[in-house]
């Protein structure tokens, strides 16, 4: 829903798992003529989701990539041209998403969304994300109580 209501073409999820999340936004992102990069670290995982994503037949609009998390998104960050993101699932290591988010920041264009997952369920964990996220004056965001809690947060 926030990626056909935002229009997203570029999104990144950090955290395949066995991709049932990024399934579910790249079947939105191909209703906006998107595309999505996602960020697993463990093989197994990673390669679970990419046959997921074949049966769904996403998998033409995703790019996987293999590897910590926090170190992908620094060669994001540090390339020529780093990409630039409009939507951003977390929902990976609950200690390293403070690191997501300042990697994040510099690549989510204005207008952007960060849906970060798991807010309550691992809340002291995700702490120092919810009030970096919080209290940045270039963002608004919101608690989604549904289930492990969702914090939704808009670049201004």
């Known amino acids: 829903l926030l990626i056909k209501m935002s229009k997203a073409k570029n999104a990144l999820e950090i955290g395949t798992s066995n991709g049932y999340s990024a399934i579910w936004l790249a079947q939105s992102l191909k209703e906006t003529g998107g595309c999505l990069t996602t960020i697993e670290f463990w093989d197994n995982r990673l390669n ?5 994503f074949k049966k769904a037949g996403v998998n ?7 590897g910590q998390a926090v170190m ?3 060669e994001m960050v540090m390339s020529e041209t780093p990409p630039v993101f409009d ?4 929902d990976a290591n609950k200690s390293e998403y403070i690191k997501y988010f300042k ?11 960060i849906a970060a997952d798991n807010i ?3 809340y002291n964990k995700v702490l120092p994300y919810v009030e970096a996220v919080c209290s940045h004056p270039d963002y608004q965001s919101q608690l989604i109580p549904l289930d492990t809690g969702i914090m939704v947060s808009y670049k201004r």
Not at 48 to 52: D, F, G, K, P, Q
Not at 87 to 90: A, K, P
């Open 48 to 52: 679970e989701a990419i046959e997921n």
């Open 60 to 66: 033409d609009i995703i790019e996987t990539k293999l």
């Open 72 to 74: 992908i998104l620094e």
């Open 87 to 90: 939507f951003v699932f977390i």
């Open 103 to 113: 990697l994040i920041h510099p690549l989510l264009k204005k207008g952007g969304i």
């Open 120 to 122: 309550l369920s691992h």
